[in-house]
């Protein structure tokens, strides 16, 4: 497993080593205990999701203010553009965002610690999105940023106006999203 730290305070990428011959491949996406060993800590998780979105579709930029969720991230098919944005007032890139293209071709993975917005942009056709989480799903405590906010200046690499949920459409502005300690 070969590990990049990011800009981002506690974000890694993780780029699994894929063993591939005439018959295919085989990695291992998940192993706790290297888990651990890498963000030196004892993390775990409790929910997996998957989701399938077609191309130009965005989501995000999502966080739970209460029951703050862990994401680690990855694309078995197509790509996106992953964007994970810092809001931990007390961290030296409060307020600061990096993006990374995943895809079922790279394997990369994207650890995301509690404290974070995460969202991604659909490059392909289509995506299928996995992530696991180290808190469960609370609704009440979903928030979202708004994705074009000027202040972020987040680059999505977008040709054309994203799809957009309703719930995105009406995310706030950075300056008036509740943040964490």
């Not at 730290?5 to 998940?30: A, H, M, N, Q, W």
């Not at 929910?47 to 078995?76: C, E, F, P, T, W």
Request: proline share 6%; charged share 25%.
């Amino acid at each position: 497993m070969r590990v990049e730290k990011t800009p981002l305070e506690d974000c890694l990428v993780i780029e699994p080593i894929v063993y591939g011959d005439s018959r295919g491949f085989f990695y291992e996406s998940f192993n706790q205990k290297k888990f651990n060993e890498l963000t030196k800590a004892d993390w775990r998780f409790v929910q997996d999701n998957h989701s399938m979105s077609g191309r130009g579709v965005l989501r995000g930029l999502h966080y739970q203010i209460k029951n703050a969720q862990g994401k680690l991230v990855r694309v078995v098919r197509g790509e996106v553009f992953d964007v994970v944005l810092d809001l931990r007032k007390s961290s030296p890139t409060f307020g600061k965002w990096f993006g990374v293209l995943l895809s079922s071709e790279n394997n990369k993975q994207v650890w995301i610690p509690p404290g974070f917005a995460h969202g991604f942009v659909v490059l392909s056709e289509q995506a299928e999105f996995l992530y696991k989480t180290t808190d469960f799903y609370a609704p009440e405590h979903e928030r979202c940023i708004l994705w074009n906010d000027p202040t972020l200046n987040i680059d999505w690499r977008l040709s054309g106006e994203p799809i957009l949920s309703e719930k995105d459409k009406l995310g706030v502005p950075f300056v008036r999203a509740e943040v964490y300690p």
